[in-house]
């Protein structure tokens, strides 16, 4: 499964847009991409996936370059309950999702 | 009821003492997992069942097995628990979906402190 790479920290103001980056340069083809939250110490909640193109639901949008080699989860509204460390994984579907150190976002009011 | 349920959710022992951590789902999914998380890190991939009579090893296998006793339950044991495997453990399932995606459904945490 590919590597991701993501920033371990940003900062975003309470009512902003949260704009985080994910660079999974060696992505193949037939692997996703997932977005991960987890507040506190609680069980990883999912939030969005994506192949090429970009998807948008109720909690997120996500953009995937053209190339898929990097990625960028969009809040459109951040709220400070939103603040949590962000994992972006990538992988197919007979694969093993692998947890990197993630983001941390911290939403300040 | 959560989809994914683990238990115990706290549980502090001795070195040495077996700890056998439980995890059951009523999603109907075919794959479960187990994770570890140490303090400020991500999740490490501990074992991971993808049927009833599959299972493999993740990145961190040595000193943990696991059984998987229905397609609803996969348990993970530390035969000899050492202080160093204090951390957080987490169950999650997912399903073989059609369309090529594999979404992680997690439960709640265990967590365990082996003094």
């Known amino acids: 499964d590919a590597k991701t790479t993501q920033p371990p920290s940003m900062d975003c103001a309470e009512g902003r847009a949260a704009n985080l980056p994910c660079n999974h340069s060696?992505?193949?083809?037939?692997?996703?991409v997932y977005w991960y939250r987890q507040i506190h110490s609680q069980g990883p909640q999912y939030i969005i996936h994506?192949?090429?193109n970009n998807e948008t639901n109720e909690m997120a949008s996500l953009i995937i370059t053209e190339d898929r080699k990097s990625s960028t989860l969009i809040l459109p509204h951040a709220t400070l309950r939103d603040t949590a460390v962000y994992y972006c994984?990538?992988?197919?579907?007979?694969?093993?999702?692998?947890f990197g150190d993630g983001t941390t976002l911290t939403v300040k009011p | 009821d959560a989809d994914v349920t683990q238990t115990p959710r706290n549980r502090i022992t001795k070195t040495g003492k077996r700890i056998m951590l439980e995890c059951s789902q009523t999603?109907?999914?075919?794959?479960m997992y187990w994770y570890r998380q140490d303090p400020g890190l991500g999740l490490r991939l501990i074992y991971y069942?993808?049927?009833?009579?599959?299972?493999n090893k993740g990145e961190i296998s040595d000193g943990y097995s696991v059984s998987r006793q229905a397609q609803a339950k996969f348990s993970l044991s530390l035969e000899s628990a050492i202080p160093n495997q204090t951390a957080l453990y987490f169950c999650?399932?997912?399903?073989?979906?059609?369309?090529?995606?594999?979404?992680?459904?997690f439960g709640a945490g265990s967590r365990l402190t082996v003094l």
């Open positions: 994984i990538v992988n197919t579907n007979a694969g093993k999702s692998t």
């Open positions: 994506g192949l090429k």
């Open positions: 060696t992505i193949s083809g037939n692997e996703y």
């Open positions: 999603k109907g999914h075919d794959r």
């Open positions: 999650a399932t997912s399903d073989a979906s059609l369309s090529g995606a594999n979404v992680l459904t």
């Open positions: 069942s993808f049927d009833v009579k599959d299972i």
